[in-house]
């Protein structure tokens, strides 16, 4: 009964039409400041999100389900056998060994290092979105050995589809000879069949496919692979198989999932959204000291109530909750503002888009900031505010107790 009563003579004071209009200016400034360090985390924080997610979505185009890879070395024997046994396991859908490695790609007198990955062509494009991420194409005469080309290496070398690029790879064994450096080279020739822009620079740069016996031809490897790339059939269970796959293998090889494979894309990410977090919280505790000192000069504005109060048998602490109310009002009004403009925002700018991107509009594939609001993040923002919403009415509180004259 004492807390309910309390509680409402906070909210009378709070909303007091007789109290001076500065102060009560200062207090609506104070509950708008904590709005807008609340809405700036929201937002913020969504943004963070929708860059997750769009990350995401790219790399899933490129990637497998689940990759494997030697503990040691860059290749390992016997990988078309292995894929083979991989294969068998019942939530595999394909498994196809691939060689990665760097060459040297020439194209008239141009020239620059790519990352060569021999693969399946025909496999890879079938479970990942390679087909969708390409940009230009033409058919290759038969006999050639068709090749797909990021943007990067494509623009650089100047080929474009149908064009006949030379790719040299050192002899693996042997010693130079400087007489005829040729001689130390393996080279062949790829056509250019299609060009793919991923907007990851780790592919877009220098990246070249091309069919797995050709650049095992090209690197003088017979069965060897650097990895075995598996699309699981929908709905299986990855740890699981993970897991399948490990124990089929042994500890000679590293079983790694889509989300592992790219983790430290995913871990900056992460990182810069926290860090951002951290500095809009500080800000938020600026704008406490407003609540603060907002209150404070409510208090002053008050102590002829105050006299009036202790006359009829309040007590000072009895006096400083109602100024420990009238705190908690400011920052949960405030709080509860900051968050529904905050949603309110960042669901405006998921489906309308009006903050666009800086930039060159035909190399960007996103014309606006993504943004994906999270109920997680909402539960986290209100733990730092219930927080300082608490420690700023415990302020003001002892600040109205220690303005009691007797």
């Given at each position: 009964?004492?807390?309910?009563?309390?509680?409402?003579?906070?909210?009378?004071?709070?909303?007091?039409?007789?109290?001076?209009?500065?102060?009560?200016?200062?207090?609506?400034?104070?509950?708008?400041?904590?709005?807008?360090?609340?809405?700036?985390?929201?937002?913020?924080?969504?943004?963070?999100?929708?860059?997750?997610?769009?990350?995401?979505?790219?790399?899933?185009?490129?990637?497998?389900?689940?990759?494997?890879?030697?503990?040691?070395g860059k290749v390992f024997l016997m990988a078309d056998s292995l894929a083979g046994e991989i294969s068998r396991l019942p939530a595999v859908r394909q498994a196809v060994p691939a060689l990665?490695?760097?060459?040297?790609?020439?194209?008239?007198?141009?020239?620059?290092?790519?990352?060569?990955?021999?693969?399946?062509?025909?496999?890879?494009?079938?479970?990942?979105?390679?087909?969708?991420?390409?940009?230009?194409?033409?058919?290759?005469?038969?006999?050639?050995?068709?090749?797909?080309?990021?943007?990067?290496?494509?623009?650089?070398?100047?080929?474009?589809?149908?064009?006949?690029?030379?790719?040299?790879?050192?002899?693996?064994?042997?010693?130079?000879?400087?007489?005829?450096?040729?001689?130390?080279?393996?080279?062949?020739?790829?056509?250019?069949?299609?060009?793919?822009?991923?907007?990851?620079?780790?592919?877009?740069?220098?990246?070249?496919?091309?069919?797995?016996?050709?650049?095992?031809?090209?690197?003088?490897?017979?069965?060897?692979?650097?990895?075995?790339?598996?699309?699981?059939?929908?709905?299986?269970?990855?740890?699981?198989?993970?897991?399948?796959?490990?124990?089929?293998?042994?500890?000679?090889?590293?079983?790694?999932?889509?989300?592992?494979?790219?983790?430290?894309?995913?871990r900056m990410v992460t990182i810069e959204k926290w860090v951002t977090f951290l500095l809009l919280f500080f800000i938020l505790i600026i704008a406490s000291f407003n609540v603060i000192s907002?209150?404070?000069?409510?208090?002053?504005?008050?102590?002829?109530?105050?006299?009036?109060?202790?006359?009829?048998?309040?007590?000072?602490?009895?006096?400083?909750?109602?100024?420990?109310?009238?705190?908690?009002?400011?920052?949960?009004?405030?709080?509860?503002a900051g968050i529904i403009l905050g949603v309110a925002l960042s669901l405006a700018q998921q489906h309308f888009g009006f903050i666009k991107l800086q930039g060159d509009p035909e190399a960007?594939?996103?014309?606006?900031?993504?943004?994906?609001?999270?109920?997680?993040?909402?539960?986290?923002?209100?733990?730092?505010?219930?927080?300082?919403?608490?420690?700023?009415?415990?302020?003001?509180?002892?600040?109205?107790?220690?303005?009691?004259?007797?």
């Open positions: 009964m004492r807390t309910t009563v309390t509680a409402w003579i906070a909210a009378r004071y709070l909303i007091s039409k007789k109290s001076h209009s500065a102060v009560g200016a200062i207090s609506l400034v104070s509950l708008c400041g904590v709005a807008v360090a609340t809405a700036a985390i929201i937002c913020v924080l969504s943004v963070f999100n929708g860059f997750k997610s769009v990350i995401a979505d790219r790399l899933d185009m490129l990637a497998p389900d689940i990759r494997v890879t030697p503990l040691k990665t490695d760097n060459a040297l790609a020439v194209c008239d007198s141009r020239e620059m290092p790519v990352t060569l990955k021999g693969v399946s062509l025909e496999a890879f494009r079938s479970f990942t979105s390679l087909d969708s991420l390409i940009i230009d194409k033409t058919d290759i005469p038969d006999g050639s050995n068709p090749s797909i080309f990021s943007l990067g290496a494509a623009n650089r070398l100047m080929a474009p589809p149908g064009k006949e690029v030379l790719v040299f790879a050192p002899v693996r064994e042997g010693r130079v000879n400087l007489a005829n450096p040729a001689a130390s080279f393996v080279t062949d020739s790829l056509a250019v069949a299609s060009v793919f822009r991923s907007n990851q620079s780790e592919y877009d740069e220098n990246v070249l496919f091309a069919d797995i016996d050709l650049v095992r031809n090209l690197l003088q490897y017979d069965s060897e692979a650097s990895s075995i790339e598996i699309a699981l059939n929908p709905g299986s269970d990855i740890d699981k198989a993970v897991s399948e796959i490990s124990g089929r293998l042994g500890p000679s090889f590293v079983v790694r999932d889509r989300q592992r494979l790219q983790s430290m894309s995913f907002s209150l404070s000069m409510l208090v002053l504005d008050k102590l002829k109530a105050i006299s009036t109060l202790r006359a009829i048998g309040f007590s000072r602490r009895r006096v400083g909750r109602v100024f420990f109310w009238e705190s908690i009002y400011v920052t949960a009004a405030g709080g509860l960007l594939t996103l014309n606006a900031y993504p943004v994906v609001v999270d109920p997680t993040d909402i539960l986290i923002t209100l733990l730092p505010l219930a927080v300082i919403g608490l420690a700023t009415a415990l302020v003001t509180a002892a600040f109205a107790r220690s303005r009691v004259q007797y």
